[in-house]
Each structure stands twice: as structure tokens, then as C-alpha cells.
């Protein structure tokens, strides 16, 4: 474990000690979400609060291209709101992040800045990728199922809280695709859950890597060497791009 994990770690274990955690309410995440989402965002105040996310989702915002930590950078702003209020009710199992999410570190406006803050990150130009070996099964599949909700190119809908699926790692892609499948985030889109029921898991592992290379448009990814000039300091850890990653085994 990095040294700055193990701290952070320490650390929560020791505030979910000192702070009760919220019971699993899906009415108190739509009102945080909507009291959020109407919020004038403050800048400043948003890179302060990253302050503590930075340690798990990098100060880039780019996560962990094993999947471990999602990208985060470039999302909507509606859509990190939601996704902030469903962990913190516990909709979606995140304990690794659960003590950072409560009401007395993240206020509605907290959440609002952070949001705000993340959106304008440039993306990861080397997002953790699948093997590449079932691709042309994977657009059929994306195209047929998918796109009608999160965009031809995994660009989603702020408006709706469609999430951008584009430049995110495939191993976190194809993991929160399952939990989504197996009820496992509670919140999760209805009409999508119908949806995918049939897949199979080579179907679904071609969709996700299929997904994986749908690049953000240019102007949206980082240049070489890009660092988040806020935290220029900061100790970076990136994981090699090229590991080669196993196939999900056929149904
Ligand atoms: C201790 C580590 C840790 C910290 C600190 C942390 N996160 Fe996370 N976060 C995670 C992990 C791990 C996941 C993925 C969990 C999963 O696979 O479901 C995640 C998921 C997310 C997601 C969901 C992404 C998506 O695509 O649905 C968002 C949004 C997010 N984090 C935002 C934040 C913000 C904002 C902060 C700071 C206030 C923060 N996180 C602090 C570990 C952390
Ligand atoms: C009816 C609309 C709809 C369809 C069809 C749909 N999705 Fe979704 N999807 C959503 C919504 C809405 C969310 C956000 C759910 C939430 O808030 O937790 C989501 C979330 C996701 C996530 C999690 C993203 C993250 O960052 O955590 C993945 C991955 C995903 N969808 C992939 C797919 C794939 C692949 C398909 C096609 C096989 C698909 N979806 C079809 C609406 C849809």
C-alpha cells in the first residue's frame, strides 16, 4: 500500500468512527442531487475540496488505469453530483470512499464546487484499454444498445445525468457495467438494467473495450506532460498503460 493511501485510510477509518453514517435513503440523495445541481459553483472552494480526492483519483483526476480509480476528470457536473449523493447514501458500495462523502466534510455546496471543479480537467490521453481482439462486436453491440442513451461516441447527456463513458478505464467500465446488471447500484438507471439483462459476458467484454477507445474530442484531453497546475508538487503514481488485460471468460 502507497504511503499516502495507508494515511488516507487511517484516516477514515478514524471519521467513521466520529461520524454516524447515513441511512440508505434514496430521498435524501435526490435532494442533495437537486440542491447541488442549483448552486452557484465557486472555483476556488471546488480546488480545496479536491484536495482530499486528489489522493485516490490523482490531482489529474484520471484515476488509475487499472480501473481501480475511475476517471473522473471531464465528467459532467450533474453527473459527479449524482454519483457523490448515491455513494454517501450508500446506493452504490464505495466503502474506500464512503468517509469522505459525508455531510460534515462534503456540504451540498462542497459538492456543487468539487463537481464544477472537476468537470474542467483536460482527460486522460492513455486510458486503460481492452485487449482490442472483439471489436467489431463491440460497436454492433454499443451502437444497438447503448448509444441511444449515452451518445454514438459514450459522450452521454448532462441533462439527464447520462454519464460520459468515453476515455474512462475498461476495467472500471466493465465492473460498474455488472454491478449495474446484477442490482448491485441500487440507483442505477431502470431502462438500462432491462436492457442488458441478456448480454452475454463476451458480448459485454467487447462492448466495454469497444467503449474504452471511444476518445473524448481533442480539445477535452490532456496535451504530453500535462500535470493539474493547482497541485504541481503532488506525487504521482501512473500504472504502465500496456498491460496486457485478461479476457472475461465466455458464458
Ligand atoms: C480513499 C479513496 C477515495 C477518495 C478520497 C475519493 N474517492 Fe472517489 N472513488 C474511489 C473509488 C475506489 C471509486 C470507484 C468505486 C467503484 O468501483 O464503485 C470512486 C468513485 C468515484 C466516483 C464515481 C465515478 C463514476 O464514473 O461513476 C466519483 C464521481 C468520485 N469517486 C468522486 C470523488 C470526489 C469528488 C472525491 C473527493 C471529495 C473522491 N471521489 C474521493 C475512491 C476515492
Ligand atoms: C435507457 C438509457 C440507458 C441505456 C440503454 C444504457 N445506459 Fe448505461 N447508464 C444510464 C444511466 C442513466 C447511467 C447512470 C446511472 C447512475 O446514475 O447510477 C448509466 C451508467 C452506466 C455506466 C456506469 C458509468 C460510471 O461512470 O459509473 C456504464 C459503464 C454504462 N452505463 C454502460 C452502458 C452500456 C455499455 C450500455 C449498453 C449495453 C448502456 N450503458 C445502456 C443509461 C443507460
Not at 449524482?82 to 466503502?95: C, G, M, T, Y
Not at 472483439?134 to 453491440?141: A, F, P, Q, S, T
Not at 448480454?199 to 473524448?216: F, H, K, Q, W
Request: aromatic share 8%; charged share 25%; with cysteine.
Amino acid at each position: 500500500m502507497k504511503p499516502c493511501i495507508a494515511l488516507t485510510f487511517t484516516l477514515a477509518l478514524g471519521l467513521t468512527a466520529s461520524f454516524p453514517l447515513l441511512a440508505d435513503d434514496p430521498e435524501t440523495a435526490a435532494k442533495e442531487v437537486e440542491q447541488a445541481i442549483h448552486l452557484q459553483p465557486n472555483m476556488e472552494n471546488g480546488r480545496k475540496v479536491y484536495l482530499i480526492c486528489s489522493v485516490c483519483h490523482q490531482p489529474e483526476g484520471w484515476g488509475t488505469v487499472d480501473g481501480a480509480y475511475p476517471q473522473i476528470a471531464g465528467q459532467y457536473a450533474s453527473v459527479t453530483i449524482k454519483q457523490l449523493a448515491d455513494i454517501r447514501v450508500r446506493n452504490r458500495d464505495n466503502p474506500t470512499m464512503l468517509p469522505f462523502t459525508m455531510p460534515k466534510i462534503l456540504t451540498p455546496q462542497d459538492i456543487a464546487d468539487v463537481s464544477a471543479y472537476i468537470e474542467r480537467f483536460p482527460m486522460d490521453p492513455h486510458n486503460g484499454m481492452g485487449p482490442g481482439t472483439d471489436l467489431e462486436l463491440g460497436k454492433r453491440l454499443y451502437d444497438e444498445n447503448c448509444a441511444e442513451c449515452h451518445g454514438d461516441r459514450g459522450q452521454g447527456v448532462p441533462e439527464k445525468h447520462m454519464p460520459m463513458l468515453q476515455g474512462q478505464h475498461y476495467r472500471y467500465l466493465l465492473r460498474q457495467f455488472e454491478w449495474i446488471r446484477d442490482g448491485k447500484r441500487r440507483n442505477a438507471d431502470r431502462e438500462m438494467v432491462k436492457q442488458i439483462q441478456g448480454l452475454s459476458n463476451r458480448e459485454v467484454a467487447a462492448i466495454m473495450d469497444y467503449t474504452s477507445r471511444l476518445t473524448p474530442p481533442l480539445e477535452m484531453v490532456a496535451i504530453p506532460g500535462y500535470v493539474n497546475p493547482d497541485f504541481p508538487s503532488f506525487w504521482r503514481t501512473r500504472l504502465p498503460t500496456d498491460k496486457p488485460v485478461e479476457r472475461v471468460a465466455e458464458r
